[in-house]
């Protein structure tokens, strides 16, 4: 699986990685990242400027993690350098409020419609935790209903078939989820209609909330229909629930107003993370002001943390928001992205080989399947063995993807033609690569 002279540049890495082993589970803070799906030693990554990552042995790489998503500008951007820079010459956190917190508010406010007030937090986990907390007391009702392959991070009622690294290390859920929270969770498929409408039919009346990512990422990108959206939105309002949107991944990726802006569908909660940080540790949930306003010290609905919304993260959040919102940034994303996904289908079909792009805006997943895919199921048929050695081929080729077939990668705004025709290039040699280990 794994490729010899990959491993053979390795050297500083492979130390690393016997160290990290005996002072973290698993040599890791969190599990993608181990390379377990694909075999072989994790990349220490010692810097990263623009589209690049440069290991710990020297080895420069186009990225296309972009740190699981927020590297939406690239790499250490000079406004966002700059920014952080600025803000911890003054202190990186206080405990109290700022007014670059309000700064930021008032541009996640102004982007989403749905949002009339933001609660800011450290994490996506921590937020969609939350907000589902929020729309218990909201509704007085307790169960939660999620789709299979959709991740809301780990917070004991959404393990339930969780998508991303739970796919990636294949397990079912996870040991220590209590059999009453699993309870309080119904799974169905995404992206089947009746199976929602035949749930509300029996026990609308039971249901707090719908949880769903809109374009999901952690299965790969696997869009939702905008008549499955709007299923949702219609079943979750005739029956009290509230529709939560989970956007860490896609809001301000696939547009400035995330992907409830492009597809016109307001939910009553929506969830962010990851570009609102700017590259720290962040998270946040918003929704209508008499839902959020059940929250303390306005209501009697209890979530606090020391570092919410803390001053570094706020102004690193900022300076991205700033540069997101000026004109043609979007575009140029969705062009390179673009270029980019149709270079790569056009090698794989000259080559023959099975083999899709799904894309939305500048995230994207290359599936070893001969697509659509639609759901779980589709993803779980795609060729995870030949994404593998693929994946290995392109490391050698000084391409980093996603250790995982299961995952979502990103085009950043510092991605040019030369990266992108490089990036091609490389795909077509890691295709007869893998193909050629494959028939051996």
């Not at 107003?257 to 918003?286: F, H, M, N, R, S």
């Amino acid at each position: 699986m794994t490729d010899d002279r990959n491993e053979a540049r390795a050297a500083r890495s492979r130390e690393l990685w016997t160290a990290a082993r005996q002072l973290l589970p698993g040599g890791v803070s969190s599990p993608v990242r181990a390379f377990k799906a694909v075999g072989g030693t994790p990349r220490f990554i010692d810097r990263a400027k623009g589209p690049y990552v440069t290991d710990v042995d020297g080895i420069r790489y186009v990225d296309y993690v972009a740190a699981w998503g927020p590297a939406i500008l690239g790499h250490a951007h000079p406004a966002v350098v700059e920014a952080i820079q600025e803000q911890a010459g003054l202190g990186t956190a206080y405990g109290t409020p700022t007014e670059v917190e309000l700064a930021l508010a008032e541009r996640i406010v102004a982007a989403f419609p749905s949002i009339e007030r933001v609660r800011f937090v450290n994490s996506g986990t921590e937020a969609t935790m939350s907000a589902l907390r929020l729309a218990r007391a909201f509704t007085r009702r307790d169960k939660i209903v999620k789709f299979a392959g959709c991740y809301h991070g780990h917070a004991d009622s959404l393990l339930v078939e969780a998508g991303s690294g739970v796919l990636t290390l294949g397990l079912p859920g996870s040991p220590g989820v209590t059999a009453g929270a699993a309870a309080d969770t119904w799974v169905l498929p995404y992206n089947d209609e009746a199976a929602v409408e035949e749930l509300f039919a029996r026990h609308g009346e039971e249901i707090a909330a719908v949880i769903v990512e809109p374009i999901a990422g952690n299965m790969g990108v696997v869009p939702a229909s905008r008549d499955f959206l709007q299923a949702l939105r219609r079943l979750t309002r005739e029956a009290g629930a509230l529709l939560i949107f989970d956007e860490v991944i896609t809001g301000f990726r696939v547009a400035y107003g995330g992907a409830q802006t492009l597809l016109g569908i307001e939910p009553d909660l929506t969830c962010l993370g990851k570009i609102i940080g700017g590259g720290l540790p962040v998270g946040a949930y918003g929704g209508r002001a008499e839902i959020m306003e059940l929250l303390a010290p306005a209501g009697p609905v209890y979530q606090a943390g020391t570092l919410s919304g803390n001053p570094l993260a706020m102004r690193a959040g900022l300076a991205t928001l700033e540069v997101l919102a000026q004109p043609g940034v979007y575009e140029r994303l969705e062009r390179q992205a673009a270029r980019l996904a149709e270079g790569l289908e056009a090698e794989a079909k000259a080559q023959g080989i099975p083999y899709c792009v799904q894309r939305v805006g500048s995230m994207w997943t290359g599936f070893f399947h001969p697509g659509p895919l639609r759901n779980l199921d589709d993803v779980k048929a795609s060729d995870i063995d030949f994404y593998a050695r693929y994946f290995h081929g392109m490391l050698r080729e000084g391409v980093y993807l996603p250790p995982s077939a299961f995952e979502a990668a990103f085009v950043s705004l510092a991605h040019t033609d030369h990266e992108i025709a490089f990036t091609v290039e490389a795909h077509a040699r890691a295709l007869r690569r893998a193909r050629q280990a494959a028939g051996a």
